[in-house]
């Protein structure tokens, strides 16, 4: 449900038995507004209602379902379809893995001279900006970076 603002109501959750109703917030509730002017009610749980346009709900079903069933029918596509699948995977994953491994050899390598560098640094929470994460810190762990240099020194023979 959506306020003539455009921002979605909030609606007091109160437990009666083993019923749970949905009512507007009372007179004297404290409501948590979008903006966070106040607090939660102690005595109520809220929730965010939030409706979706409806085209774009149904838009998104058939093409999960059509999604779904194409994938099920994969013993019967035609054999340069199931090439051009296998090939788009083992891409990805060669791609995938090698960024990995350029990422942490670059990190590695540089913090070995007191300069952390990660490319993208919110890569395993799906977070692609900043590009790059760059901090000098020399003074810091100096006895664990030579060790770590003298790994990769004599690991390389």
Do not use: C
């Not at 009666?16 to 749980?45: C, H, M, T, W, Y």
């Not at 019967?76 to 491994?101: A, D, E, H, K, N």
């Not at 799906?126 to 790994?151: C, E, G, M, N, Q």
């Amino acid at each position: 449900m959506l306020s003539k603002r455009g921002k979605p109501k909030l609606q007091s959750v109160r437990a009666q038995g083993n019923l749970v109703v949905l009512q507007p917030p009372q007179e004297g509730d404290s409501v948590f507004d979008i903006d966070g002017e106040k607090a939660f009610s102690d005595r109520a749980r809220f929730i965010i209602n939030y409706e979706v346009d409806a085209f774009w709900q149904q838009v998104r079903l058939a093409a999960l379902v059509l999604g779904v069933f194409i994938f099920l029918l994969y013993r019967v596509w035609p054999m340069w379809m199931r090439t051009g699948i296998w090939w788009v995977s083992v891409t990805f994953l060669i791609v995938f893995f090698g960024f990995i491994v350029l990422r942490h050899s670059l990190f590695s390598v540089l913090w070995v001279f007191g300069v952390e560098l990660w490319l993208i640094p919110g890569f395993w929470e799906d977070i692609y900006w900043p590009l790059y994460s760059l901090d000098f810190s020399p003074t810091k762990d100096v006895y664990l970076r030579i060790v770590f240099a003298v790994i990769l020194i004599f690991g390389g023979y």
